[in-house]
């Protein structure tokens, strides 16, 4: 009998070991949060051009201190200065969505001729919080536009006529990538060929797109983006 007691005494300390573990796995904790999402903005933080100084005279001052540049066909070889100051040009930014965030630049070449050469920059920055990588430039003008991906070389018929008015050389820049806050710049050249009407002005407005980090590169339609 005092064996029997034992072994129900036993019986009864299993139990319980299995009753505090079958409370402990079934036990529930409660965990509250928040979660927010982050944000995908690129910004233009300025622009700028190598020659932007007007002649005096508009048919072109000489001799000058600011010179006009010119480079052969193609981007062969490296700028090289002229005489004469005759063309000039700038660029300015505007905030389309009216969100205190510039995001369209706007580029114009004055007084122009064959073989002038120039060159712009623009410097995106990441405005939100989520790494940003630069997708590609759409480049528009009226009556046109040429939506770039990669780095290199493009013709571009500004005034309509069936010929290439310019050609542009991007630099090393789709692909780089942005955190919160931080700036980089994106460059390219641009020269007047043969075909370019005569002391014209040629405008063209660039804008760029960008994806989170992962995501580059990102295949994007032909149309314009609203």
């Not at 409660?30 to 005279?57: K, W």
């Not at 389309?96 to 995001?103: H, S, T």
């Not at 528009?140 to 990669?150: A, F, I, M, P």
Request: net charge negative; glycine share 10%.
């Amino acid at each position: 009998m005092k064996k029997l007691g034992v072994i129900c005494l036993a019986l009864v300390l299993a139990l319980g070991s299995l009753g505090v573990a079958y409370a402990a796995w079934s036990d529930v904790a409660l965990v509250e949060g928040t979660v927010q999402n982050g944000s995908l903005v690129l910004g233009i933080a300025d622009c700028a051009v190598r020659d932007s100084n007007a002649p005096i005279n508009f048919g072109g001052d000489y001799p000058t201190d600011n010179p006009d540049q010119s480079i052969l066909p193609g981007f062969a070889g490296s700028p090289f200065l002229l005489d004469k100051n005759v063309a000039w040009g700038d660029c300015s930014l505007e905030d389309l969505d009216g969100d205190g965030i510039n995001d369209i630049a706007y580029f114009n070449l004055y007084n122009t001729y064959p073989c002038y050469f120039n060159a712009f920059a623009f410097y995106p920055y990441n405005a939100g919080t989520i790494p940003l990588r630069i997708n590609s430039v759409l480049i528009e003008w009226e009556g046109g536009s040429q939506l770039l991906t990669q780095n290199g070389y493009v013709g571009m018929d500004i005034n309509g006529d069936g010929y290439d008015d310019v050609e542009i050389l991007w630099g090393d820049n789709f692909g780089a990538q942005l955190h919160e806050g931080e700036q980089g710049e994106i460059s390219f050249w641009i020269h007047v060929l043969q075909p370019a009407p005569q002391s014209s002005t040629l405008s063209f407005t660039a804008t760029m797109m960008a994806v989170q980090w992962d995501e580059y590169p990102h295949p994007w339609p032909t149309t314009t983006p609203e």
